[in-house]
């Protein structure tokens, strides 16, 4: 009932300007059948009041379409907003999975910290290690999958 307000408002604005087109022209064939002095003002009622009703539905219309931009600006930012949740719950998961386990480091020496299977490049050549995080950032590391 109260959906798509913004295409009803517009289906009104046309509505109303036809309404009111017709109106003018019934009234102004009244106007003119008066008597012969009144032919000029009844022409006028049914060629103006038709242009001044197409013009007032403008703002009607304009209105409803307003309304039909910001629906559809809010559908987008919200469907943008879940996607971004996705996404980060996504990226959550995947540091979960390579910081599995807990060990000592094949580099410093730390024990009992998470460890990651990791590949490093660098001038002594390609190896693979299962690091803690900080080695991890200072090797120039890449995750093994
Ligand atoms: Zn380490």
């Given at each position: 009932m109260f959906n798509n307000i913004g295409r009803k408002i517009k289906a009104l604005a046309?509505?109303?300007?036809?309404?009111?087109?017709?109106?003018?022209?019934?009234?102004?064939?009244?106007?003119l059948s008066v008597n012969e002095?009144?032919?000029?003002?009844?022409?006028?009622v049914m060629l103006i009041g038709p242009i001044?009703?197409?013009?007032?539905?403008w703002i009607l219309y304009g209105y409803g379409q307003l309304i039909e931009n910001s629906d559809k600006l809010?559908?987008?930012?919200?469907?943008?907003q879940d996607q971004i949740f996705k996404d980060r719950t996504n990226e959550e998961k995947t540091t979960e999975i390579s910081a599995e386990k807990i060990g000592k480091c094949e580099l410093c020496g730390?024990?009992?910290?998470?460890?990651?299977d990791v590949k490093?490049?660098?001038?002594?050549?390609?190896?693979?290690?299962?690091?803690?995080?900080?080695?991890?950032?200072?090797?120039n590391a890449q995750p093994v999958k």
């Open positions: 046309k509505i109303q300007f036809i309404v009111l087109a017709i109106i003018d022209f019934i009234v102004g064939i009244v106007i002095y009144l032919i000029a003002a009844g022409l006028s001044l009703a197409w013009i007032s539905s809010a559908n987008n930012v919200c469907e943008t730390k024990e009992n910290v998470e460890i990651s490093i490049v660098d001038n002594l050549g390609t190896r693979y290690r299962a690091v803690c995080s900080d080695c991890y950032k200072n090797n």
